[in-house]
């Protein structure tokens, strides 16, 4: 099956710093990918969808200038969180779509990214 | 806007057999997926289901009824290992998931 891979798997960072986070289809190439949030004993909320070689669409009530995305290339995206604040402690998870794939619904979802802000 | 419905814990012995119902109001319906998570871990695919009727995969099997807007996820022979939070979600013209609050299972021995 496809397979998506994230990193880093964990972040620890100051106040104030920006954190980016990859995301990569290894065995298919995805030109749409998917950005969650979740927040403990909660559901996965989409932020925002990554196309490749455009701009990215953001969910309602998502900062754009906050959390940066880029799809540069048709396996990897990349979320940036600029000027974290602890607010922004979450469970980071992309996913992608496989067009090729017998269901293309199906999403693939990577092993996501625990990111804490002191 | 798309909205799920789902309950939020079942629990049931080992061998037992678990129903989770998810029902949906949505614009623009395509599928509706299953998706199991374990604490700390990220989602993995179950199942899919874009028609009405049955999916069987193993011990899972999936349902959807479109004129209902409803489905539901069955595990047979329940093991401790299934014990985890089961999240419906549906997907929409745009390929976008909307993800509904999860069921979480606990299988006692």
Partial sequence: GAVV???PSWVICKSGTSVKIEC????????????????????LMLMATSNEGSKATYEQGVEKDKFLI?????????????SAHPEDSS??????RDPNDRDPDTQYFGPGTRLTVL | GQSLEQPSEVTAV??????????????GFYGLSWYQQHDGGAPTFLSY???DGLEET??????????????????????????ASYFCAVSSNDYKLSF???TTVTVRA
């Avoid at chain 1, 469970?91 to 992608?96: E, L, R, W």
């Avoid at chain 2, 489905?71 to 014990?83: A, P, V």
């Fill in chain 1, 5 to 7: 891979s994230q990193h």
């Fill in chain 2, 49 to 51: 289901n874009a028609l």
């Fill in chain 2, 100 to 102: 509904g609050a999860g």
């Fill in chain 2, 58 to 83: 193993g011990r899972f099997s999936s349902f959807l009824s479109r004129s209902d807007s409803y489905g539901y996820l069955l595990l047979q022979e329940l093991q401790m290992k299934d014990s």
């Fill in chain 1, 24 to 43: 990569r289809s290894l065995d298919f190439q995805a030109t749409t990918m998917f950005w969650y949030r979740q927040f403990p004993k909660q559901s």
């Fill in chain 1, 70 to 82: 880029n799809h540069a290339s048709l396996t990897l995206s990349t979320l940036t969180v600029t």
């Fill in chain 1, 91 to 96: 469970f980071y998870i992309c996913s992608a």
């Fill in chain 2, 14 to 27: 080992e061998g037992a057999i678990v129903q989770i119902n998810c029902t949906y109001q949505t614009s």
